[in-house]
T-cell receptor, first 114, second 110 residues
Framework: DTEVTQTPKHLVMGMTNKKSLKCEQH?????MYWYKQKAKKPPELMFV???????INESVPSRFSPECPNSSLLNLHLHALQPEDSALYLC?????????????FGDGTRLSIL | RKEVEQDPGPFNVPEGATVAFNCTYSNSASQSFFWYRQDCRKEPKLLMS???SGNEDGRFTAQLNRASQYISLLIRDSKLSDSATYLCVVNNQAGTALIFGKGTTLSVSS
């Protein structure tokens, strides 16, 4: 069982839709992350939140909009996505945002863009 | 030089074999090193952290060589359930996030 919970597990959406991915952790971790993973590739970092503030944006297109309502929650708002955005979206958390502590992953949202 | 490099494999070994993976990293200032395991269509899971003195967890042994900037993972007495992709992970130059290698695929057969 993962201690990082992601919803939904699967999402199919059209290019004009707006949807949100949600992530929750109750381990008291102060850093949370969004990754994108394509088949047979490693996870690619998208965003890092440290102490509820956005600390890293890896030049992600504006059609992806992260939000951190509190230290336990992380959302990823999606709008006007492209077919190439279809991927597994992973949320992770760690004790710190310094890259010193290991990250714990949720089981991901598998996103398909029609 | 890429930040984290791994031999993608695949490594195909019989049950009971010993197998070793290496990983090189480019940032000499990196302080944190990990091995993750990822099964097909699943999330990465932390296998073990890698400490300067080397560390062991059951059949798994991790080593760090700072002078040569590589880390290794040794798996003894391979099981069918060890079949997975093993990801080498190092903290980035700014020390603000973790960088994943492309992974090494292991297939253990009976």
């Amino acid at each position: 069982d993962t201690e990082v919970t992601q919803t939904p597990k699967h999402l199919v959406m059209g290019m004009t839709n707006k949807k949100s991915l949600k992530c929750e952790q109750h381990m008291g971790h102060r850093a949370m992350y969004w990754y994108k993973q394509k088949a047979k590739k490693p996870p690619e970092l998208m965003f890092v939140y440290s102490y509820e503030k956005l600390s890293i944006n890896e030049s992600v297109p504006s059609r992806f909009s992260p939000e951190c309502p509190n230290s336990s929650l992380l959302n990823l708002h999606l709008h006007a996505l492209q077919p190439e955005d279809s991927a597994l979206y992973l949320c992770a958390s760690s004790q710190d945002g310094q890259g010193h502590s290991p990250q714990h992953f949720g089981d991901g949202t598998r996103l398909s863009i029609l | 030089r890429k930040e984290v490099e791994q031999d993608p494999g695949p490594f195909n070994v019989p049950e009971g074999a010993t197998v070793a993976f290496n990983c090189t990293y480019s940032n000499s200032a990196s302080q944190s090193f990990f091995w993750y395991r990822q099964d097909c269509r699943k999330e990465p899971k932390l296998l073990m952290s890698v400490y300067s003195s080397g560390n062991e967890d059951g059949r798994f042994t991790a080593q760090l060589n700072r002078a040569s900037q590589y880390i290794s993972l040794l798996i003894r007495d391979s099981k069918l359930s060890d079949s997975a992709t093993y990801l080498c992970v190092v903290n980035n130059q700014a020390g603000t996030a973790l960088i994943f290698g492309k992974g090494t695929t292991l297939s253990v057969s009976s």
